[in-house]
């Protein structure tokens, strides 16, 4: 077996991030390249015998690369467990979004540090948007010895001679280029669903909205040539998937980055073309959401009728410092647009409550859209100040009861309103993908709507993979309960 124990003291810093340059746009043309990623012959077999483990933070995008990840490591012979404890290759794949998610990541670290003095042996590394903050390399760099290898969210590709340098060399390995670079498009991918892909669309934000560490993490807007996309999408119809959900920070803004015509709408269009049985999509920025895009959804039977659209706030002030370049009545407008041409769409939105300066008029704007809008569910927030970006610099004077008490407030009518656009529902027939099986009791089994309602229903298990039609008999605050029906 390969020894696996890091040299004492040896070290290599390949690349450090740094959110400065991360932050620079240039008009250099992004490279398409189908060959960047290889993993040499001698690496094949690099991981026999040895088992990895890797936790996700975070959203769709980490979900996806993690996916990417696990082909990679397959490809080098390491087998997924998920047992930590008995991992001997360890992946954290972790979220800078708030200040939370980065207290979660360390907890995690400090269990591995007691797991490697038990088992010396074990690597532990760290990628995803963390791994793309300075703050967060240098503190791993000095106090957090044992974690050998680092790669950001640009460096996937680079993962196989990584692994190598550290297993071989013994090295400790960092690497995580600040500028973006290519769209890369012969990465591997191991999908935890046999029924319901990712497909990324474009990668990065440009944006800047004020709070958001996204765009220094995940680098300037890069769309996906839109051949690449639907060749994904078609093996996927072969592979007989019934769902594909195309993925980015600002999916509205497809095509923006790259020469011509070809948009969003153009895009859905396409993928709409291919037979796939459902097509959605997420995020969507208000400021990108074009008619022809509407349009477009409310045409095509196999465009699912949900749109995530965050708000974030009500206040046209709020909003102007968050830099969000729409005001609460363009937000307006466009929702009863959506709502008029796609009469069955269920919306769903994403506030941030305590912004800095946010007063408690600027906060009832917010519950004032909330109570127009009635959204069939949110995810709300604290505003929490990112290291680099702008919201982080601006006075923060609200006190925090005060933001937990807004919150809460808020909390109240979300839950209000997702439960009444639930009722609705109630002896409706919806069609359901199943996906899941219960724990508990194997001849019930659960998957979405088309609309995005969590669906329970007593079917044969054959019927997994299925999209079969349920009717709604009982009604909860996270979920549904239902029975398969010919109707
Ligand atoms: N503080 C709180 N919430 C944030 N989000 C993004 N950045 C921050 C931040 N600094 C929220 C936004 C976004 C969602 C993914 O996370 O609402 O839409
Ligand atoms: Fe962040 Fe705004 Fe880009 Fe969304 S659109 S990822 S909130 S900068």
Redesign the pocket.
Known sequence: MISLIRKRGSEIDMQMPNLQKAKIRNKETVRILTDAYKVEESLKTIGRNLTYFIKTYG?QMNEHDSENIKAILEEMSFTEIDDMEKADLILLNTCA??ENAHNKVFGMIGRIKHLKEEKPHVIAGICGCMAQEESVVEDIKKKYKHIDIVFGTHNIHGLPSLLEKVIEEKERQIEVYSKEGDVIENIPVKRDSKYKAWINIMYGCDKF?T????PYTRGKQRSRQHSFIIEEVKDLVKQGYKEVTLLGQNVNAYGKDLEGEYRMENLLEEVAGTGIERVRFV?SHPWDFTDAMIDTIAAHANIMPYIHL?L?AGSNTVLKRMGRRYTKEDYLTLFHKLKERIPNAAITT???VGFPGETKEDFEETLEVVRTCKFDGA?T??????EG?P?AKMADDIPLDEKNQRLYALNEYINQYSNEANQKYLGKVVPVLLENVSEKDKTMLSGYSDTMKLVNVKAPIDALGEIINVKITDVKTWSMDGEMTNN
């Open positions: 959203c979004i708030r909205c709070y958001c560490i996204v995020t965050p974030q994403d506030i941030i995810f927030f604290l505003f929490s100040p990112r970006t919201a």
